[in-house]
């Protein structure tokens, strides 16, 4: 029942996979594959395991399941949409960016600049605050050398496909001339209080096709709350105005493809400096006010990520208990879980350019505005976060900020360039084996593949199109000479009972086949003693940039698997296959049937390496 593919290139829907995920500029790519017809390809023939086709699955996204009251929660339209960006950058960029603290400050435990915080930048008590203190005086804001091409040029060679840019920080200090506040661009010196970074980036961003998104949380405003002391009815009603000129139709800082709401629902102004703390016990009614306008002037604008749309969740599991997404409940995230009822993709920070003491290491703090004293990451550590949280089935939200003047850092930018040609070269070019669109009962051999030479990485894909299915995998691998498979992946052990509905796993022999790094496999269902044993442990963010989290037992969006034993006699491997060893329990047992995007070998190739 396996399939056979070698070692060649993808062609057809493949390739225009590859494509939408590669170019230089982004493509605007349609959720579905079917999409490539409209590119001239022929249809690549999706198959079964037993030949037969796959169903398409366009008619039952976003619903329960693909008999509307069971079988496991499907992505929205929007929701799929995401995940296919796979990164996306966040930008911090606002008059934060132009303050000049005291060294103490630099120095400090948690030097991240957040404006109107008495603690923060209210440690400046000179001419930066002078006369709007502890928020930073808006003429100090004077990007001269603002060039939002060169934001993009830069983003797009990385391959970020949407750029999430901080319309309106903590402090309040809007990016584009609000009537609601007078705390914003309109009052600084950029542009002779005539400019517009907004109007600017999103020209920018549309010329080359990267998406919108803005953090602007309706629940942070250190100027309105600290220096215009507006009441509760008109902080709520102001808050609500930025919304309506950010979303309305026709207006000029649109379509937005994203908010990003701050994971803050506290309101004490002791807590920060920059809440509204007289909201009282109904911030909570004011939120659900907030999403219910969201989806009125904008529903396909996606909220997140502490909730909404998006959960900030760090594993793979993507099902949980709530909230429902495209809805206006504001509760937040819940834990994932096995049975969930909801489908939420997963973002992760993953990586920030300029975090620990030196700027280039996995450790706090982590400056999110540009930090003119501190160094940044190099590619090979960029690249290092990609994997671990896109192999990881996240997305990938990686913060680079520009630099007072208004331009991305040189050395920053070669950065982004490095890694988006590894990325490019290691991911879409240098391909050792690939097959497309299978499906199949879930057991021994999903899917088999031909490997040509060495790899150093295996990338595989769950169609999510059918919702996430497998709930544990192994992979395996056969020499030439033998007919014998050995593990080259172990599963993942839990600690939690299994849901084992695996149909047909079988035992692999051992015999005659060179076992990977010493270890051997007696039991294809999961059971080889070879597997490591890992907790799920607590799914919840905890904001480390460095992204690793321990290994999963799901496949999810993508998995890019890479701690493979070094012991790989690599002229004699002839193929590698996918076991499925569990389906998760929502997935019907009259429906058992596992959905492969994409199974994959690649090598290494990377430009700091050659």
Same mark, same amino acid.
């Not at 928020?135 to 060169?150: A, H, Q, S, V, Y």
């Not at 584009?176 to 999103?202: I, N």
């Not at 306008?293 to 594993?315: E, F, H, K, M, W």
């Given at each position: 029942?396996?399939?056979?593919?070698?070692?060649?290139?993808?062609?057809?829907?493949? *390739?225009?996979?590859?494509?939408?995920?590669?170019?230089?500029?982004?493509?605007?790519?349609?959720?579905?594959?079917?999409?490539?017809?409209?590119?001239?390809?022929?249809?690549?023939?999706?198959?079964?395991?037993? !030949?037969?086709?796959?169903?398409?699955?366009?008619?039952?996204?976003?619903?329960?399941?693909?008999?509307?009251?069971?079988?496991?929660?499907?992505?929205?339209?929007?929701?799929?949409?995401? *995940?296919?960006?796979?990164?996306?950058?966040?930008?911090?960029?606002?008059?934060? /960016?132009?303050?000049?603290?005291?060294?103490?400050?630099?120095?400090?435990?948690?030097?991240?600049?957040?404006?109107?915080?008495?603690?923060?930048?209210?440690?400046?008590?000179?001419?930066?605050?002078?006369?709007?203190?502890?928020?930073?005086?808006?003429?100090?804001?004077?990007?001269?050398?603002?060039?939002?091409?060169?934001?993009?040029?830069?983003?797009?060679?990385?391959?970020?496909?949407?750029?999430?840019?901080?319309?309106?920080?903590? !402090? !309040?200090? /809007?990016?584009?001339?609000?009537?609601?506040?007078?705390?914003?661009?309109?009052?600084?010196? %950029?542009?002779?209080?005539?400019?517009?970074?907004?109007?600017?980036?999103?020209?920018?961003?549309?010329?080359?096709?990267?998406?919108?998104?803005?953090?602007?949380?309706?629940?942070?405003?250190?100027?309105?709350?600290?220096?215009?002391?507006?009441?509760?009815?008109?902080?709520?009603?102001?808050?609500?105005?930025?919304?309506?000129?950010?979303?309305? +139709?026709?207006? +000029?800082?649109?379509?937005?493809?994203?908010?990003?709401?701050?994971?803050?629902?506290?309101?004490?102004?002791?807590?920060?400096? %920059?809440?509204? @703390?007289?909201?009282?016990?109904?911030?909570?009614?004011?939120?659900?006010?907030?999403?219910?306008?969201?989806?009125?002037?904008?529903?396909?604008?996606?909220? #997140? #990520?502490?909730?909404?749309?998006?959960?900030?969740?760090?594993?793979?599991?993507?099902?949980? $208990?709530?909230?429902?997404?495209?809805?206006?409940?504001?509760?937040?995230?819940?834990?994932?879980?096995?049975?969930?009822?909801?489908?939420?993709?997963?973002?992760?920070?993953?990586?920030?350019?300029?975090?620990?003491?030196?700027?280039?290491?996995?450790?706090?703090?982590?400056?999110?505005?540009?930090?003119?004293?501190?160094?940044?990451?190099?590619?090979?550590? %960029?690249?290092?976060?990609?994997?671990?949280?896109?192999?990881?089935?996240?997305?990938?939200?990686?913060?680079?900020?520009?630099?007072?003047?208004?331009?991305?850092?040189?050395?920053?930018?070669?950065?982004?360039?490095?890694?988006?040609?590894?990325?490019?070269?290691?991911?879409?070019?240098?391909?050792?084996?690939?097959?497309?669109?299978?499906?199949?009962?879930?057991?021994?051999?999903?899917?088999?593949?031909?490997?040509?030479? #060495?790899?150093?990485?295996?990338?595989?894909?769950?169609?999510?199109?059918?919702?996430?299915?497998?709930?544990?995998?192994?992979?395996?691998?056969?020499?030439?000479?033998?007919?014998?498979?050995?593990?080259?992946?172990?599963?993942?052990?839990?600690?939690? #009972?299994?849901?084992?509905?695996?149909?047909?796993?079988?035992?692999?022999?051992?015999?005659?086949?060179?076992?990977?790094?010493?270890?051997?496999?007696?039991?294809?269902?999961? !059971?080889?003693?070879?597997?490591?044993?890992?907790?799920? @442990?607590?799914?919840?963010?905890? $904001?480390?940039?460095?992204?690793? $989290?321990?290994? $999963?037992?799901?496949?999810?969006?993508?998995?890019?698997?890479?701690?493979?034993?070094?012991?790989?006699?690599? +002229?004699?491997?002839?193929?590698?296959?996918?076991?499925?060893?569990?389906?998760?329990?929502?997935?019907?047992?009259?429906?058992?049937?596992?959905?492969?995007?994409?199974?994959?070998?690649?090598?290494?190739?990377?430009?700091?390496?050659?």
């Amino acid at each position: 029942g396996s399939l056979f593919f070698g070692g060649s290139k993808p062609r057809t829907r493949a *390739m225009w996979l590859r494509m939408c995920t590669t170019t230089a500029v982004a493509m605007a790519c349609s959720v579905g594959w079917g999409a490539a017809e409209s590119f001239g390809a022929p249809a690549t023939r999706t198959v079964t395991a037993n !030949g037969g086709p796959i169903a398409r699955a366009s008619d039952v996204v976003g619903g329960r399941g693909a008999n509307g009251a069971s079988g496991p929660p499907l992505p929205t339209p929007r929701q799929l949409e995401f *995940m296919e960006l796979e990164m996306v950058q966040f930008m911090h960029f606002n008059v934060d /960016t132009s303050w000049y603290p005291p060294e103490s400050f630099l120095t400090g435990p948690n030097p991240t600049y957040h404006n109107c915080n008495k603690h923060v930048t209210g440690v400046s008590n000179d001419s930066q605050t002078a006369g709007t203190w502890p928020c930073l005086n808006p003429t100090i804001f004077n990007p001269e050398k603002l060039d939002t091409e060169l934001w993009m040029e830069a983003s797009a060679a990385l391959g970020m496909k949407e750029i999430c840019l901080t319309a309106k920080h903590a !402090g !309040g200090f /809007t990016l584009w001339p609000s009537k609601f506040t007078p705390y914003g661009v309109h009052s600084s010196a %950029f542009r002779g209080g005539q400019g517009d970074v907004l109007k600017e980036f999103v020209a920018s961003a549309k010329r080359w096709n990267i998406k919108v998104c803005y953090y602007m949380n309706p629940m942070t405003d250190g100027y309105l709350t600290q220096i215009a002391k507006l009441d509760e009815e008109e902080y709520m009603a102001a808050e609500k105005g930025m919304l309506t000129e950010l979303l309305s +139709p026709g207006s +000029p800082y649109g379509p937005v493809s994203r908010l990003w709401f701050d994971g803050v629902l506290q309101n004490s102004v002791a807590s920060g400096d %920059f809440r509204p @703390g007289y909201l009282g016990t109904n911030y909570s009614d004011y939120y659900d006010d907030c999403f219910r306008l969201i989806r009125a002037l904008s529903p396909q604008t996606l909220i #997140s #990520s502490y909730r909404g749309d998006v959960c900030a969740n760090t594993g793979s599991l993507y099902t949980n $208990d709530g909230p429902q997404p495209n809805g206006t409940n504001s509760s937040g995230c819940t834990l994932p879980s096995e049975t969930g009822m909801y489908f939420h993709p997963n973002e992760f920070h993953g990586v920030t350019m300029q975090e620990g003491p030196d700027g280039n290491s996995p450790v706090r703090p982590t400056y999110w505005f540009w930090h003119r004293n501190v160094g940044h990451s190099n590619a090979s550590r %960029f690249f290092d976060g990609y994997l671990a949280t896109v192999g990881h089935g996240g997305v990938l939200n990686a913060n680079i900020a520009p630099a007072s003047d208004g331009l991305i850092n040189a050395s920053v930018v070669d950065v982004m360039r490095q890694v988006g040609k590894a990325i490019n070269d290691t991911f879409h070019t240098a391909n050792a084996g690939f097959a497309a669109n299978v499906a199949g009962p879930c057991g021994t051999g999903v899917v088999t593949i031909n490997v040509t030479g #060495s790899f150093d990485y295996i990338v595989t894909m769950e169609d999510m199109r059918f919702g996430q299915r497998v709930g544990n995998y192994s992979i395996e691998y056969r020499n030439h000479t033998s007919s014998a498979w050995a593990l080259i992946v172990a599963p993942v052990m839990r600690n939690t #009972s299994k849901h084992d509905r695996a149909a047909g796993a079988t035992t692999s022999a051992t015999t005659g086949a060179a076992p990977i790094g010493g270890t051997t496999v007696d039991d294809a269902s999961g !059971g080889a003693t070879a597997a490591a044993h890992f907790d799920r @442990g607590d799914h919840r963010v905890h $904001d480390r940039p460095d992204g690793h $989290d321990p290994k $999963d037992q799901y496949l999810g969006y993508k998995r890019i698997d890479l701690d493979f034993v070094t012991v790989v006699n690599y +002229p004699h491997l002839a193929q590698i296959r996918l076991n499925c060893l569990e389906l998760l329990p929502t997935v019907r047992d009259d429906d058992a049937v596992v959905h492969i995007r994409q199974f994959s070998a690649h090598r290494k190739n990377v430009p700091w390496e050659t």
